[in-house]
Nanobody, 119 residues
Framework: QVQLVESGGGLVQAGGSLRLSCAAS?????????MGWYRQAPGKQRELVAT???????NYADSVKGRFTISRDNAKNTVYLQMNSLKPEDTAVYYC????????????WGQGTQVTVSS
């Protein structure tokens, strides 16, 4: 059974920081599996926040560039999201993602962790 378990969410004031962690079990994450974080705010579709790929290449949504940093530790089957200078518009449920299968067409998802940023 594959599980992705997020931790580190919570309530912070604008300008504060949080670090999210996602620990995978039931699978071994290799260095070639794309991994990422997505988020979904009330009334909105789930959107990409950040991804990290083979060799450590990263991509970020424009809204979080310069503020968020994604990293991974394959030996620990863990992906992280460091979030700095948080804004109220960052409020959402954040989901960990690992892609697998042919052409990375399938996804493992965590259950989500709530991040709330107050003004």
């Amino acid at each position: 059974q594959v599980q992705l378990v997020e931790s580190g969410g919570g309530l912070v004031q604008a300008g504060g920081s949080l670090r999210l962690s996602c620990a995978a079990s039931g699978i071994i994450i290799s260095s070639i599996n794309p991994m990422g974080w997505y988020r979904q705010a009330p009334g909105k579709q789930r959107e990409l926040v950040a991804t990290i790929t083979r060799g450590g290449s990263t991509n970020y949504a424009d809204s979080v560039k310069g503020r968020f940093t994604i990293s991974r530790d394959n030996a620990k089957n863990t992906v992280y999201l460091q979030m700095n200078s948080l804004k109220p518009e960052d409020t959402a449920v954040y989901y960990c993602n690992v892609k697998y299968g042919i052409n990375w067409s399938r996804d493992y998802w965590g259950q989500g962790t709530q991040v709330t940023v107050s003004s």
